[in-house]
């Protein structure tokens, strides 16, 4: 009795996260990821500023350092099929860095929506060139 109830727990709980029965990813709700791509010869510094769910948490407000010619991941997260990719960040602060173009992230039309491999979407936004 004992070890049946232990085995009843143990499934209930790799279950619950997941695990023994992964659970479908919402199709209006796919997993987004959000990449920031620097194509200048300078390493670009940037901070931003995302709600974190639950709302109790807070905002949460990570610093990010992109080398030359490289990108970064700056977020991953279940994300509204239409929705505008930059209103998931509250605050996108750019460091200055001179000789280098940067663009505005609060603009639309500078996150570049694509698919990966799964048919996820991914949104990429060229930050400096």
Same mark, same amino acid.
């Given at each position: 009795?004992k070890?049946?109830?232990? !085995?009843?727990? +143990?499934?209930?709980?790799?279950?619950?996260?997941?695990?023994?029965?992964?659970?479908?990813?919402?199709?209006?709700?796919?997993?987004?990821?959000?990449?920031? *791509?620097?194509?200048?010869?300078?390493?670009?510094?940037?901070?931003?500023?995302?709600? @974190?769910?639950?709302?109790?948490?807070? #905002? +949460?407000?990570?610093?990010?350092? @992109?080398?030359?010619? /490289?990108?970064?991941?700056?977020?991953?997260?279940?994300f *509204?099929?239409d929705?505008?990719?930059? *209103?998931?960040? !509250?605050?996108?602060?750019?460091? #200055?860095?001179?000789?280098?173009?940067?663009? /505005?992230?609060?603009?639309?039309?500078?996150?570049?929506?694509? @698919?990966?491999?799964?048919?996820?979407?991914?949104?990429?936004?060229? !930050?400096?060139?």
């Amino acid at each position: 009795m004992k070890q049946s109830i232990i !085995i009843l727990l +143990l499934s209930y709980l790799l279950t619950s996260c997941g695990i023994l029965i992964p659970f479908p990813e919402n199709k209006k709700f796919p997993t987004t990821t959000f990449y920031v *791509k620097n194509n200048s010869n300078e390493t670009i510094n940037f901070s931003s500023t995302v709600v @974190v769910f639950p709302m109790s948490r807070g #905002p +949460l407000t990570r610093n990010f350092s @992109v080398r030359p010619k /490289d990108s970064i991941l700056a977020r991953q997260i279940s994300f *509204k099929k239409d929705a505008e990719p930059q *209103k998931w960040f !509250i605050e996108f602060i750019i460091f #200055p860095n001179e000789n280098v173009k940067i663009f /505005d992230p609060n603009k639309a039309e500078n996150w570049i929506k694509g @698919v990966n491999s799964k048919g996820r979407p991914i949104y990429t936004f060229t !930050i400096a060139e």
